[in-house]
């Protein structure tokens, strides 16, 4: 089955027909609504990016691209607008861009909830149009939790992949997101630990963690022309720059090791706080930002860092988050030092998990030597990231799905993935 990749401006369809060539899932007549809180065109990869065209293997997908406030529907309102748009080579997948007469209004409170429950609607509507006889939500954020309640769902599930709370300090789960938690079907939790604070809530719930595109990131790449320069070691980082790596721990590494090359492959995230943090590394010679890649691009840094990291810091956030990083990094058989995370713990047979300054700078000393860079070591590695190729996740979760629709599409499901093996 294809893997999922992050979509470009040029994988839209150029029209709203039908190809049978691109839009028959192996349970075609079952139909899912997925709302993730970001739009299908985006320049970095999120869970969703992987998990929803790969379910899109399994049945027809309509992902919601989130809606146009009114301003912008005003300026837009006069363009020529496809709005039901079929993403070639990704079986089943569909992107719904509102109408420009559907935007999004923030008050009166009365007319949000009408267009937006007109919205999920249409999205119903057009996957009952094209022969699905159930159709399922498919939601990943409470932001959107109207549609839970909308009504006209054969199964309301929920995927959470964050602490949507963001806060740095422990805090409760909303009302807003306790009550999404009781109404829907089914609840998909990514890590072990947002398992533990939210798992208990609803019976029905289910451990679906990250995972990697395997093929993409274990094969072979060319060495990115910006990387040739650099100097050996190439201790690096490939992501997002944000608050939640531990700055000061990678400016004293960076100071400590002058002999180590430290490399940032990838965009800072709008967090001031660590602007200071940044300007100051750039000052050092062993210390390269290459700036921001595309998700196509990114794949190849890790297979070119001696070592690579995972720095965070260890918050009321942070300890929930399950990195979409690790198993990309493992799967380039790199060695990896990563912070001691309760979702990255079960994997300390195949990575480092230093605590103090101490421990990570040995860290990092034994994973550029030859143990860790012995051909066992990196086949260990792939092989644990191999295990969490998104294939295999997403055909659990897909199975999930067709457990709360009855037997007959469990039965279904199994009976045509079975064929295709």
Known sequence: MPFATVPSKSDEHPSNRDDPALT??????????????FPWHVTWAQTAHWVIPTLANYFRVLWMDPPINWRGALRTGLRARSVFVPVPQRTGLTIYRQEAWLPQFYRPGWLSRAT???????????LRHRGCKKVVLYLWTPRYDLAAYAGGWDLTSYHIDDEYSYSEVEVPTSPEEYKLLHS?????????????????????????????????????????????AIPHPRIGYAGFLKKQLDWNLLRSLAIQHPEWSFVFAGKKSP????DSAIAAMKTRPNVFFLGEKSAHDLVAYPQYFDVCLMPYVYNGYTKYIYPLKMHEYLASGQPVVATPLPSIVPFGRVLSLPHSLAEWSDAIHAALGPTANSPGARTAR????REHDWSSLTRRLAEVMADGLGLEY???LRARVQATQ
Do not use: W
Request: net charge positive.
């Open 24 to 37: 028959r899932p192996l349970v075609s007549d079952v139909g899912v609504v997925a709302i993730p809180p």
């Open 116 to 126: 937006y429950l007109a919205r999920i609607r249409r999205a119903q509507d057009h």
């Open 184 to 228: 829907v079907d089914r609840v998909f939790i990514h890590s072990t630990s947002l398992m533990e604070k939210k798992g208990k809530e609803n019976p029905r719930t289910f451990l679906s963690p990250n995972g990697v595109d395997y093929c993409a990131f274990a094969t072979p790449a060319p060495e990115p022309a910006d990387l040739r």
């Open 271 to 274: 967090h001031p706080e660590i």
């Open 382 to 385: 792939r092989m644990v990231a």
């Open 410 to 412: 469990v039965e279904k």
